[in-house]
């Protein structure tokens, strides 16, 4: 009677192990992905907020020019950091860091007159945070909000 296993069945055996170990690297460099995804977009909406609270949407009694060249409605770029500090936000030096990455951004489309009559007066308004601006395609979330003129 034979005892222990053969050379074959060794080698199978380690190879079964190598592939499921393989698979599950492989997983867990995907979830760091993920992982450094969400920490992104979760900063951009930070960025967002940050964004709206220094520039809240005007009320339509406040916007006395046209919509799409107010400086109320249309924000240049600007980054979150700066609006951070801005408003007085207490920030570590990596949290100002990482902001300094991010942009927020507001402008309002251009409709012509007929259309805009044909809508009921109503503007699209895109407030748009980007990141990764070193990349050659930086990342970007665009928020966009229908504002009426009245």
């Given at each position: 009677?034979?005892?222990?296993?053969?050379?074959?069945?060794?080698?199978?055996?380690?190879?079964?192990?190598?592939?499921?170990?393989?698979?599950?690297?492989?997983?867990?460099?995907?979830?760091?992905?993920?992982?450094?995804?969400?920490?992104?977009?979760?900063?951009?909406q930070y960025a967002l907020g940050l964004g709206?609270?220094?520039?809240?949407?005007?009320?339509?009694?406040?916007?006395?020019?046209?919509?799409?060249?107010?400086?109320?409605?249309?924000?240049?770029?600007?980054?979150?950091?700066?609006?951070?500090?801005?408003?007085?936000?207490?920030?570590?030096r990596r949290k100002r860091e990482e902001l300094?990455?991010?942009?927020?951004?507001?402008?309002?489309?251009?409709?012509?007159?007929?259309?805009?009559?044909?809508?009921?007066?109503?503007?699209t308004v895109r407030t748009t945070v980007r990141?990764?601006?070193?990349?050659?395609?930086?990342?970007?979330?665009?928020?966009?909000?229908?504002?009426?003129?009245?």
């Amino acid at each position: 009677m034979k005892r222990g296993f053969s050379l074959i069945e060794v080698v199978i055996a380690t190879a079964i192990l190598s592939l499921g170990l393989v698979a599950i690297l492989a997983s867990f460099n995907q979830c760091q992905r993920a992982m450094g995804a969400s920490k992104r977009f979760e900063t951009a909406q930070y960025a967002l907020g940050l964004g709206e609270m220094l520039h809240p949407m005007p009320e339509p009694d406040q916007v006395r020019e046209d919509p799409v060249s107010d400086k109320l409605l249309n924000i240049p770029a600007e980054t979150a950091s700066a609006m951070a500090e801005e408003l007085g936000v207490e920030l570590s030096r990596r949290k100002r860091e990482e902001l300094s990455d991010y942009t927020f951004e507001r402008t309002v489309d251009e409709i012509s007159d007929e259309e805009l009559e044909r809508n009921g007066r109503i503007y699209t308004v895109r407030t748009t945070v980007r990141w990764e601006l070193r990349e050659p395609k930086p990342r970007e979330e665009t928020v966009i909000t229908f504002w009426r003129k009245e």
